[in-house]
């Protein structure tokens, strides 16, 4: 077969490592004594789809990984074998190796085969040790034995004749018999379903006989080679449930038609309709046979096996395509998508401006047009700006598994927890939250929760508690991250700064300052600096990180009782609500989060400190003020103070007046790199489109109170 | 506003000779490869930046990128000239060391587009310490007419980054 599957790898390895992110967290959510057995099969369920997919894709090493990992599932969701920490961590290491190998195979990178093979055999080794202190009721050598048989047989099925076989059908008794119709669509194939890969699969559950019929098999000079002429009628005798059976046909759903009847199946005398029904699998008008899709006929299914609620398989959500919920894009159309819609919105208001200067009844008409406008532009942008939110669960969900692995390293016991991992923010900030928090978290492990001993020496519970929360508070989302821990050594931190000249000898600082002070840089109070954290990349980076996100952090500590730090961003980078201002004949934005208040100042109050920088008093202090056309050098409309307005404006916890000629109005401006097509500019964070189409500059208050610093340094 | 598409020329300009988009800055007449070119547009009002070189005039709105707007007179430091509704801006991408970049160049007037082959371009001479002539690429005679292809990347890559043009293969 020539098909290029190449076109479907893409797909296959996002989907997979998404399914491995799900494992992940169902392997964490565990528990050592009673696990939850749909917990189990949704990690059955993963590996398994990732097991057919590599082995319909010729990935023959995750295949095979896969499928001894999933043997191990098996026994566990068999209540065979019991969930220990030991198995816990062995199928946590699997999903590890089965990631890198996806990896290595999706940039054709060799694959680490001896850390495979060393994790494949300790499986296999728990597997056997546990078989062999179950002392083996029913001896498990005889199924493989068959397994492989009929499989051999299955490998070269003649076309004319019949392959029939059935192999050992004797013996003990099983549960069910399976009668399985499967007559797949001519483009099976072309869809990348390898009807022998789903037969042997089924040889895997037990004694298997398999008919062919042929009898679609067109002349040779007709044949297509990529298309399936075959149908097959099988009988699996097994233990295993319909949901197994159902989900070796999973990736054909749609592709074939398929009934499964129980031949077993003790519903048959109470309900003859169910067994009519399997028996004559087009009970619908003729028309069926060519669109109507035949698996998981549920009323067969619940007929035929009363016990298992059927839905359960379809509650893992993610596979089949009966979940049309979500499509995947790529960011680049949405932010094509929000450039075109910005664009739009400059369209709309300078429509808006035209608008304002028409007269009479046209004009009345023309301006309620407008307003509709406006709001669908509203609605519009909103929506775009929705589509770019994800839930934080996309980073928080890394936290479980990191915080069990240091807690095991470092002999700590941690719980964690975790709320508002459904709050959403936007994407670009999401992406860049990931590794401060990562940080903080390791810092709370690390640093903050003690060890168990001293815990109860200071009779608080041996387990530290560690806990993640966001949530949405004004135009912000707020991610806070706590510990129970010992809180933050004061007395340390202070002898620190000291001996770095941080504060002088004689200074007295209070509590939240001493506590602050763990944002310098270069500031590591551990004694002993771990592999886990104290790299030398501090508190300081993930300040600044955050700073460059637009948001801010601060800590609160309780000496014995733990620290919470508090971090608050806004929740998009796209947008930001301004307050145009003028100066000359430029326009600039200013963050409205940065404005504390604007004013008029009447001569006299400015008071000039060694005959050059001037100064007022405002609220209690001495404010700085930064004439605007000075630093960026044009000429103003007003030179005087008195002659426009000061807006006081607040960056990194200092204040300064702006001093411009006048204040425009507020409004929500889309925000554009200057760095694009030019370069980073001090105090300037960025650009956005006014509605006459002319470009204004965003200030970024802090960098432009630096620059005034310095300026005024020169 | 004069919108000329011309990156879908005909880029299978036989091997050994290029197509050039001449303009002029006083009595001279510079060129520029035409697959550079993005549009051609009229004067419009830019918007200042701070701490820019003064012949970084300013931003502009190009179709809702932010574009730099270069004055090409005051690059080489030739007598200013008043910006009028005639004035040209040829927006040109240029490769710098961190990645593409579109700009604009305000020109006196855009001339023609000329075939130049590979073969008519000569080096430019050296003039001594006084005339910098690394961003030219080379002189080409065209019917009578002296034309300074600019290596566009050179002259205003680092005007516009921040970041030095990392220098050609050395030679002349």
């Known amino acids: ?714 | 506003m004069t919108t000329v598409n011309v990156s879908n020329q005909d880029a299978a300009a036989a091997a050994g000779s290029k197509q050039v988009l001449t303009f002029t800055l006083g009595d001279e007449t510079y060129g520029v490869d035409i697959l550079r070119v993005q549009e051609i547009r009229g004067w419009s009002p830019v918007t200042r930046i701070p701490q820019a070189p003064a012949h970084v005039l300013g931003v502009l709105n190009l179709r809702g990128s932010i574009v730099p707007i270069v004055d090409l007179r005051m690059r080489f430091n030739l007598e200013h000239a008043e910006y009028t509704p005639l004035t040209v801006i040829i927006v040109l991408s240029i490769e710098s060391a961190v990645g593409r970049r579109d700009i604009g160049l305000v020109v006196d007037g855009v001339s023609d587009v000329i075939d130049v082959p590979q073969a008519d371009v000569k080096p430019a001479p050296e003039l001594g310490q006084h005339v910098s002539t690394e961003f030219i690429e080379g002189l080409a005679a065209v019917a009578g007419r002296m034309v300074m292809l600019l290596d566009i990347d050179r002259l205003i890559g680092e005007d516009v980054t921040g970041v030095a043009t990392v220098p050609a293969a050395a030679n002349g």
Request: aromatic share 4%.
């Open chain 1, 1 to 714: 077969m020539t098909l290029d599957l190449a076109q479907f790898h893409d797909a296959f390895f996002d989907e997979s490592y998404e399914a491995l992110d799900t494992m992940e967290a169902a392997l964490l959510k565990l528990d050592l004594g009673a696990p939850d057995p749909e917990l189990i099969n949704t990690i059955f369920r993963v590996a398994h789809s990732i097991k057919g997919g590599s082995a319909t894709f010729g990935f023959s090493e995750v295949a095979s990984f896969t499928h001894t990992c999933e043997a191990v599932l098996d026994e566990l969701r068999a209540n065979r074998m019991e969930v220990t920490r030991h198995i816990l961590d062995l199928l946590l290491k699997s999903v590890d190796v089965m990631r890198d190998m996806l990896r290595a195979v999706q940039h054709k990178e060799p694959i680490d085969a001896q850390r495979v093979a060393d994790l494949q055999f300790d499986l296999e080794l728990t597997i056997a040790q546990n078989n062999a202190a179950a002392a083996a009721p029913t001896s498990p050598q005889d199924s493989t034995a068959q397994v492989t048989a009929s499989v051999e047989a299955e490998h070269s099925p003649s076309p004319e004749t019949e392959a029939s076989h059935s192999q050992g059908g004797e013996g003990s008794k099983r549960a069910h018999r399976w009668r399985i119709l499967f007559r797949p669509r001519p483009q099976l194939m072309a869809h990348g379903n390898d009807p022998l890969r789903m037969i042997r699969e089924l040889a895997e559950l037990g004694p298997i006989e398999v008919k062919l019929d042929a009898s679609d098999l067109p002349e040779l000079t007709v044949l297509e080679p990529e298309r399936c002429y075959f149908a097959w009628e099988i009988v699996v005798e097994t233990d295993a449930e319909r949901e197994a059976i159902d989900q070796i046909f999973d990736w054909a759903e749609g592709d074939c038609e398929l009934t499964i009847t129980d031949d077993y199946a003790p519903a048959q005398p109470q309900a003859p309709g169910a067994s009519a029904e399997a028996q004559a699998p087009q009970p619908e008008p003729p028309a069926g046979s060519s669109n109507v899709v035949n698996i998981a006929t549920a009323a067969t299914a619940k007929a035929s096996e009363p016990a298992k609620p059927s839905q359960d398989h379809h509650e893992g959500g993610k596979h089949g395509l009966g979940d049309g919920s979500s499509i995947r894009v790529s960011t680049e159309k949405i932010d094509e998508l929000m450039n075109t819609v910005g664009e739009l919105v400059i369209t709309q208001s300078m429509l808006s401006q035209l608008g304002a200067k028409v007269s009479g009844p046209i004009g009345e008409q023309l301006r309620s047009g407008l307003a509709q406008l406006e709001r669908n532009m509203r609605e519009l942008q909103e929506s775009v700006m929705r589509v770019r939110m994800l839930p934080i669960s996309f980073v928080f969900s890394r936290f479980p598994r990191m915080v069990r692995d240091l807690s095991q390293r470092l002999s700590k016991q941690v719980e964690l927890k975790v709320t508002g991992e459904q709050t959403e923010l936007d994407k670009t900030v999401l992406e860049k939250i990931g590794d401060p928090l990562v940080h903080l978290v390791r810092n709370c492990v690390d640093h903050g929760i003690e060890s168990p001993e001293a815990r109860t020496a200071a009779g608080k519970p041996p387990t530290g508690v560690v806990s993640l929360e966001a949530y949405h508070k004004g135009g912000n989302i707020t991610i806070e991250v706590a510990d129970d821990g010992a809180g933050l050594n004061r007395e340390k931190i202070l002898a620190k700064a000291r001996e770095r000249g941080l504060v002088g000898p004689n200074d007295t600082l209070s509590d939240e300052q001493i506590d602050d002070l763990i944002f310098h840089a270069g500031f590591s109070t551990a004694d002993q600096a771990t592999d886990i954290s104290g790299r030398g990349v501090g508190m300081d980076v993930v300040r600044r990180n955050i700073k460059e996100l637009g948001g801010h952090i601060e800590v609160r500590s309780q000496p014995g009782k733990g620290s919470r730090f508090i971090i608050t961003l806004p929740l998009t980078l796209a947008i930001v609500d301004g307050q145009s201002v003028a100066v000359g004949t430029e326009t600039y934005i200013v963050p409205l989060v940065t404005i504390i208040e604007s004013l008029q100042l009447k001569p006299g109050m400015v008071n000039r400190v060694a005959g050059q920088g001037e100064v007022f008093w405002f609220r209690e202090q001495y404010v700085p003020i930064v004439r605007l056309h000075e630093l960026f050098g044009i000429r103003p409309r007003a030179t005087a103070l008195h002659e426009g307005l000061i807006m006081v404006v607040e960056g990194d916890g200092k204040r300064v007046g702006l001093f411009v000629d006048d204040l425009l109005g507020q409004q929500q401006v889309v925000i554009k790199s200057l760095e694009t097509n030019y370069r980073r500019v001090e105090g300037v964070s960025g650009a956005t489109i006014l509605g006459d189409g002319s470009v204004a500059l965003i200030l970024d208050v802090p960098g432009l109170i630096r620059v005034a610093a310095q300026s005024a340094a020169a």
